[in-house]
């Protein structure tokens, strides 16, 4: 599973921008950034939304890798669904199968 440090890592890649500017933009230290990617330290809920502003995407996207948007939201459902599916009673199969193919579970 994806740690928030690799997701801040990955958003700054693709974002284009360093460690650097990503700390004067969310008003935190390059070193406490470098200590968020590493993983060694978690940013307080203030100073995460910051970070998530900074990066243009959402604290829930950071902490979770819960997707910022509709395509990405069917991948994170497929691993959520894969992960946890030898868990998952007969019945809460056949409930997810029903969602699936558009008929109502109540």
């Known amino acids: 599973m994806e740690a928030m ?4 890592k990955e958003l700054l890649e693709k974002r ?3 460690q650097r500017d990503l700390a004067e933009k969310s ?7 470098s200590h968020y990617i590493k993983g060694d330290r978690t940013p307080r809920a203030s100073v995460l939304t910051k970070i998530a502003i900074a990066l243009d995407t959402t604290s ?6 819960i997707p910022v948007d509709v395509k990405d939201e069917l991948g994170y459902a497929k691993k959520l ?12 199969k056949t409930e997810i199968l029903n969602i699936l193919m ?3 579970d109540e």
Do not use: H
Not at 27 to 33: L, N
Not at 60 to 65: H, P, Q
């Open 5 to 8: 440090g690799e997701r801040i």
């Open 16 to 18: 284009g921008i360093t």
């Open 27 to 33: 008003g935190c230290t390059e070193a406490a950034i």
């Open 60 to 65: 829930d996207y950071l902490m979770e890798g």
């Open 81 to 92: 669904i894969a992960r946890n599916v030898s868990q998952m009673s007969k019945a809460e």
């Open 102 to 104: 558009g008929g109502d």
